[in-house]
C-alpha cells in the first residue's frame, strides 16, 4: 500500500471550541482546524515526533480527526502555544516521508509473512492429504 506524504496545514482557530480539560486543574482546551484529516502515516509521524519532544512541555496536542486538540493551562501565552503548533505541524510535514517509507516497508514485511504462511499452509495440506490417501488406500484393501 502506498502512503501519500500529506501536507497538513493548520488553517484556523476554533474560538467556540474552548472547553474544561481534565488533565489536570487550570487545563483547558481548544481546537486548530486542519487542512484535511491527516492519514496513518502523518499521524504515527505526529506522535512519535511528540513522544520525542512532550517530556520538556507542559503543552498537550492531539490529533482528532480533521482538528488538532490543544490542552493548555488558563494563564499560558495562546499566541506561544499557537505559533508552536504551526511550527509542530510544519515539522511534521517535513518528516511524513520517512514514516511513509517506514510503514511501507512494514507492509512489505507483513506481505512476505503472509506469503511465508500461505506456503506453509499449502506444503502442510500436501503432506496431510498424501497421509489421507495412504489411509484411504488401505481401507480400500
Known sequence: MAYPAQNIRITGIDI???EKDSSFAT???FYLQLSETPNEAWTLAFTEEWKAIMA???L????VGDRLRCIISEGDDLRRVVQFAYEFVERINQ?????????EE???RE???RREVEERIENIRS????LADEFTDRQAA
Open 127 to 130: 503432506r496431510l492429504k498424501v
Open 27 to 29: 487545563a483547558y482546551a
Open 56 to 58: 520538556a512541555r507542559k
Open 60 to 63: 498537550q496536542l492531539d490529533v
Open 106 to 108: 512494514r507492509d512489505r
Open 16 to 18: 467556540q471550541s474552548v
Open 111 to 113: 506481505q512476505a509473512y
Open 95 to 103: 518528516r511524513v516521508p520517512h514514516y511513509c517509507a517506514q510503514l
